[in-house]
């Protein structure tokens, strides 16, 4: 029986975790996409202000699988939220609990941390997840549309006077 693991990501996991981002990325079809750099990474992860955290789901002591989230906050509930932004499993553990197992523990995190919801966003047409996060109790949140400013829009946005 595989053993599994979930320990916090640390400073020295940096270069894992960006593997891991472009991993997923290819997975999804976007690897085209990633251009986060080490260091970048390191910074906005363990530097002073650190704005995400991460999760390292290991399977008989390698690591194969990680999850990064960070706080939101929910109006209607007066109360923090955590949001998935990224969870992902290597091909060859998959089907061993680890996806669950880290979904588990920021579960639990969501709980200690008294917050009053955990919200995540997964691509159409991936069934496989979409299937996972259904078995898991989870629903769709299919009366919103997620928007998204980037790039020359953002800056064109960020540069208007109000």
């Given at each position: 029986?595989?053993?599994?693991?979930?320990?916090?990501?640390?400073?020295?996991?940096?270069?894992?975790?960006?593997?891991?981002?472009?991993?997923?990325?290819?997975?999804?079809?976007?690897?085209?996409?990633?251009?986060?750099?080490?260091?970048?990474?390191?910074?906005?992860?363990?530097?002073?202000?650190?704005?995400?955290?991460?999760?390292?789901?290991?399977?008989?002591?390698?690591?194969?699988?990680?999850?990064?989230?960070f706080?939101?906050?929910?109006?209607?509930?007066?109360?923090?939220?955590?949001?998935?932004e990224?969870?992902?499993?290597?091909?060859?553990?998959?089907?061993?609990?680890?996806?669950?197992?880290?979904?588990?523990?920021?579960?639990?995190?969501t709980?200690?941390?008294d917050?009053?919801?955990?919200?995540?966003?997964?691509?159409?047409?991936?069934?496989?997840?979409?299937?996972?996060y259904?078995?898991?109790?989870?629903?769709?949140?299919?009366?919103?549309?997620?928007?998204?400013?980037?790039?020359?829009?953002?800056?064109?946005?960020?540069?208007?006077?109000?």
């Amino acid at each position: 029986m595989s053993r599994l693991q979930i320990r916090p990501a640390q400073p020295e996991d940096t270069d894992l975790i960006l593997t891991l981002i472009r991993e997923l990325a290819d997975y999804e079809r976007l690897g085209d996409q990633v251009v986060a750099e080490p260091a970048q990474l390191a910074e906005h992860l363990f530097g002073p202000r650190p704005y995400a955290e991460v999760l390292i789901g290991e399977l008989d002591g390698q690591a194969a699988g990680f999850a990064l989230f960070f706080h939101n906050f929910s109006t209607f509930l007066g109360q923090p939220g955590i949001y998935l932004e990224d969870l992902y499993v290597r091909p060859a553990a998959r089907g061993a609990g680890l996806g669950k197992a880290l979904l588990s523990r920021l579960a639990n995190l969501t709980v200690e941390r008294d917050c009053g919801r955990l919200d995540w966003a997964v691509l159409n047409w991936n069934e496989p997840a979409l299937d996972f996060y259904r078995s898991l109790g989870a629903r769709p949140q299919d009366d919103w549309t997620g928007y998204r400013l980037t790039g020359p829009a953002l800056h064109a946005l960020a540069e208007k006077p109000a």
